[in-house]
């Protein structure tokens, strides 16, 4: 991938960490659902309650935990947040092997993990910057994406079999068991991880680290965000297709398994095959950083991912329409392997030090809190319309969102990778 030895042993404890992390997850998608379903005989309105709900929740209260990220150092938070995932996950198989686990209990935990989460990305990213050089930072990311896609690609299904086989809080233990990994590659690391400094305003003191975050502290990231004219156009960009592309998810399920009659194996290799793509597109992405650049890089990667959505409204029954399914996602998802981890480098690159994990915080709270908003909207509109209509619709959208990508990159401290 190029930069290979210049990103160091703590980036290969980092990277380690974050696989573990991320194959538990993997193997533990789509568990809460079904054990709701499995083992507390959720109806439909508890479901639905616990995919919005808790994530929502969840984000907001992590907003006042950009700031305390912010003045604290970065591995010990991420340290903490992980055995807090760990202990969060691990009470699900307990109250259900004593049988008390409740619907409250599953909400609980949904919420805690959204925080924890958002915490989390937002203290590794800050720790990224400060341990990889600025140009190793797409080659890094690059990385870390391309362990995501193939979490996606193999965690499913393998955590959907040892569900059938060993029960439904099967895969919560393996995501448990994954964080916890990851808490101790963390540790791993090694070195001596700076206090972040922070100056008292004038009549303030400080305490060891400098003044204590206030009030106004919670909008910093959004304020940073919206006044840096690069970062702003990437910003809303990003909410735009995100939010887009997720809310078409439920939509794709219900006319595939609905109308169109597809089985459930064919509905999953229509999601399955195509992650390959983000694996590809993720270990490209360094090397069309350094054959081209940055800017470049990111008006092609993010003007193709915007192209191949509107098709899925034209998918029909049989095995043409699986195969169009495949050919859409896998295209789409490519070219989003390859956006991603450029934008991962050039959001760090584009933020001080100071303000990373202010601004990562502010970026996943809005982003999910679009994203919710967008999918329950879409929902209503398939339920006016049809489902195929609402899928044309934000497809048709999708076209227009590259318009919001940024034509030069001010403040970036250099061009390629």
Not at 231 to 244: E, G, H, P, T
Not at 275 to 292: E, F, K, N, S, Y
Not at 340 to 358: C, I
């Amino acid at each position: 991938m190029g930069e290979r030895r210049s990103l160091g042993r703590p980036f290969g404890w980092l990277w380690a960490s974050y696989s573990a992390s991320a194959m538990g997850t993997g193997l533990a998608f789509g568990a809460f659902p079904l054990i709701a379903i499995l083992a507390l005989d959720a109806g439909p309105a508890q479901v639905s309650v616990l995919a919005a709900v808790g994530p929502a929740v969840g984000a907001l209260v992590a907003v006042p935990l950009g700031p305390w990220v912010e003045f604290r150092r970065k591995r010990p938070v991420m340290i903490a947040m992980g055995l807090v995932r760990c202990a969060a996950l691990a009470s699900l198989p307990v109250a259900f092997a004593l049988g008390v686990l409740g619907f409250a209990h599953l909400l609980a935990v949904s919420v805690v993990l959204a925080a924890a989460d958002i915490a989390f990305r937002a203290a590794s990213g800050a720790c990224l910057k400060e341990i990889v050089p600025s140009g190793g930072l797409v080659a890094a990311s690059a990385r870390l994406e391309a362990t995501t896609w193939t979490a996606t690609v193999l965690g499913p299904p393998l955590g959907t079999a040892a569900i059938g086989v060993f029960g439904p809080v099967v895969t919560v233990v393996a995501d448990a068991v994954g964080h916890l990994l990851s808490a101790v590659g963390i540790r791993a690391m090694g070195g001596r991880e700076r206090r972040p400094e922070r100056a008292a305003p004038p009549g303030e003191r400080g305490g060891a680290g400098g003044a204590r975050p206030g009030i106004g502290d919670l909008f910093d990231g959004w304020r940073f965000l919206l006044a840096q004219p690069s970062l702003r156009r990437l910003f809303c960009n990003a909410l735009a297709v995100n939010a887009l592309v997720m809310s078409t998810a439920p939509l794709l399920t219900v006319l595939m398994l609905g109308d169109l009659g597809f089985a459930p194996w064919q509905y999953g290799l229509a999601f399955g095959v195509p992650c390959a793509g983000g694996l590809i597109g993720a270990w490209a992405a360094p090397r069309l950083v350094t054959r081209w650049d940055r800017r470049t890089v990111l008006l092609a990667a993010g003007t193709a991912r915007a192209c191949w959505l509107v098709g899925l409204a034209a998918v029909g029954p049989g095995t043409a329409g699986l195969v169009l399914v495949i050919a859409v996602e896998f295209a789409m998802i490519t070219c989003m392997g390859a956006f991603n981890p450029v934008l991962a480098a050039v959001r760090l690159e584009l933020t001080p030090a100071d303000r990373v994990a202010r601004v990562l915080t502010a970026w996943s709270v809005t982003g999910r809190a679009v994203t919710a908003a967008v999918t329950a909207l879409w929902g209503l509109l398939a339920a006016v319309t049809d489902p195929r209509t609402a899928l044309a619709a934000a497809g048709v959208l999708l076209l227009a969102t590259p318009l919001l990508l940024p034509r030069t990159l001010e403040g970036s401290s250099g061009s390629r990778g």
